[in-house]
């Protein structure tokens, strides 16, 4: 039995951020109907590597789901919504601020039709004045207070490689959900959860606001940077934490031989040691972490001599049998062919209808009794007979629903 076997969830979402959360509770065993317009979720067709097969955007959003097509703007098309609303206990949507709204299902209507409905709504913004405004994924980053504090303290701001507005919304939300759900074991009531690009990478930000406090008592002196004016500065590779750390160079010099290095106080001796340094290891000047950390910039130039005469993966063992904090920059190249990701489950390879077989990512999400097995995406309206016959459609209503654009 799977965690949310028995939950169905009535998929409105479209391109990332949506359809991130409901393949997290699709893989928690959760029945997820993916409902389309019949012209299909727009990735479906976004950044094609194979002609007329559905895209590895779309694809590697929305496995283990079912999908089925409907028409919202026709009279008949929302008289189905309705009824398969009242099969649903979750509804999310990602549209643009108030378009379920102007379909006719409001939150207060949606209550009237399924008192048990847990209703999730994913938006670029919270309800004050950028409420109306259009959000993609760096746009929530630029707004969030990502961008500000990533890259070089020299350069432009950055955006992050990692999908911390859509992917991290998704994720938002699934908490979200799962709160709620559980609140409706105790009160029988289902409730409306919102969440917002820009909020939650605010949330993913927070040791940056952090700093923009500690800003008031003097420097950050964990930064590598020589000045501070009264916001939080772009600080390149530098953890931002208790414990300083960065990324240095390895051989041969390629643009991600690199591993991040961390210098925790109890592993400064042992470092000194590896690198061919010992008597900086109890040297006034380099022993303590106060005594480094006004020349951070020199501590890790140390390090990069040595590392740059060594593979990431040979600094990697070395550095790691002496306890020391590593790791190496992976390409995604490296990430695809590690096997260590595949036998975690983290890679996973799903055969499809039309494209063949395609490497995904598996579940984040490890339960030890609600297993997850990745399965195949839904080709566009898939399971528009088994779903609607469900409610009472025949094949021959199924027939002319679809000669007259409703399906």
Not at 38 to 60: A, C, E, H, N
Not at 209 to 222: A, K, T, V, Y
Not at 244 to 270: E, F, K, M, S, T
């Amino acid at each position: 039995m799977k965690a949310l076997e028995g939950v169905r969830v009535l998929d409105m979402t479209h391109v990332q951020s949506g359809p991130s959360c409901t393949q997290l509770l699709a893989w928690l065993g959760a029945d997820v109907i993916k409902l389309e317009a019949p012209s299909g979720d727009i990735t479906r067709k976004q950044l094609r590597d194979v002609p007329d097969v559905d895209s590895l955007y779309f694809t590697m959003l929305n496995c283990n789901k079912r999908s089925i097509t409907l028409n919202m703007k026709s009279e008949r098309g929302k008289q189905i919504f309705t009824d398969l609303l009242r099969d649903s206990d979750i509804l999310v949507e990602n549209f643009g601020p108030g378009a379920v709204d102007r379909m006719g299902f409001s939150w207060d209507r949606l209550q009237e039709l399924n008192p048990r409905l847990v209703y999730a709504s994913i938006k670029g913004f919270g309800p004050g004045r950028y409420a109306k405004f259009k959000a993609y994924e760096v746009i929530a980053q630029a707004m969030g207070g990502s961008m500000s504090t990533t890259g070089f303290e020299d350069g432009p701001p950055l955006a992050t490689g990692a999908q911390i507005g859509d992917s991290g919304t998704g994720i938002h939300a699934v908490a979200g959900i799962l709160a709620a759900l559980y609140q409706r074991e105790q009160t029988g009531r289902g409730q409306r959860v919102q969440v917002a690009m820009q909020h939650a990478v605010l949330n993913l930000c927070r040791v940056k606001l952090r700093d923009q406090q500690r800003l008031g008592h003097g420097p950050l002196s964990e930064y590598p940077n020589k000045t501070f004016g009264d916001e939080v500065p772009r600080s390149g590779n530098a953890s931002g934490g208790g414990q300083p750390g960065w990324a240095v160079r390895c051989a041969p010099g390629g643009p991600n031989d690199y591993i991040y290095v961390i210098v925790q106080p109890v592993g400064w001796a042992p470092l000194a040691g590896i690198i061919g340094r010992p008597e900086l290891g109890d040297d006034p000047e380099w022993a303590t972490p106060e005594a480094r950390l006004p020349k951070l910039d020199k501590m890790f130039q140390l390090i990069e001599e040595w590392s740059i005469t060594r593979d990431k993966w040979e600094v990697l063992d070395r550095l790691n049998a002496a306890n020391i904090p590593c790791g190496p920059i992976l390409s995604t190249k490296e990430l695809l062919e590690d096997e260590s990701l595949r036998q975690e489950g983290a890679l996973v390879e799903v055969d499809h209808p039309e494209r063949g077989s395609f490497v995904t990512v598996g579940s984040p999400l490890h339960l030890s009794d609600s297993p997850v097995d990745v399965t195949a995406p839904p080709l566009l309206g898939e399971h528009n007979t088994e779903i609607y016959a469900g409610l009472g459609l025949s094949a021959d209503e199924l027939a002319e629903l679809k000669t007259n654009g409703v399906i």
